[in-house]
Nanobody, 117 residues
Framework: QVQLVESGGGLVQAGGSLRLSCAAS????????IHWYRQAPGKQRELVAA???????NYADSVKGRFTISRDNSKNTVYLQMNSLKPEDTAVYYC???????????WGQGTQVTVSS
C-alpha cells in the first residue's frame, strides 16, 4: 500500500526546534492538501497544521506562531518546522492527505517527538 513517510523526530529540550519531513509521491504532494497530525499517549489524534496545493496554510491555535508547514514539490516533501517546543508538544506526528484515501493511501508509522522540561 501507499503511505507517507515521516521523519525528523527526536528528543529535544523545551524551547528547542525540530524539522519534520513528510515524503510522498509527486502527485500526492502537489495536488492534495497535506495535513500534519499528532497523537499523544492516551489522547485522540489532533490536526496541527495543513497546507493546500496552492500554498495556503492553517494551524491549530496551540501551535500558531511556533510551527510552520511548507512544501517542496521538487523534492516531493512537506515539512513541519517546529520552534519553541513545549513538553505538551510531545506526541507521534503523522502527515496525511485525506483526499488520497480513496486512491489507496494509508496512514504511516509517524515520527516520535519528545520534548523534555
Amino acid at each position: 500500500q501507499v503511505q507517507l513517510v515521516e521523519s525528523g523526530g527526536g528528543l529535544v529540550q523545551a524551547g528547542g526546534s525540530l524539522r519534520l519531513s513528510c515524503a510522498a509521491s509527486r502527485i500526492i504532494v502537489s495536488i492534495n492538501t497535506i495535513h500534519w497530525y499528532r497523537q499523544a499517549p492516551g489522547k485522540q489524534r489532533e490536526l496541527v497544521a495543513a497546507i493546500t496545493s496552492g500554498g495556503s496554510t492553517n494551524y491549530a491555535d496551540s501551535v500558531k506562531g511556533r510551527f510552520t508547514i511548507s512544501r517542496d514539490n521538487s523534492k516531493n516533501t512537506v515539512y513541519l518546522q517546529m520552534n519553541s517546543l513545549k513538553p505538551e508538544d510531545t506526541a507521534v506526528y503523522y502527515c496525511y492527505a485525506p483526499q488520497a484515501t480513496l486512491k489507496g493511501l494509508i496512514w504511516g508509522q509517524g515520527t516520535q517527538v519528545t520534548v523534555s522540561s
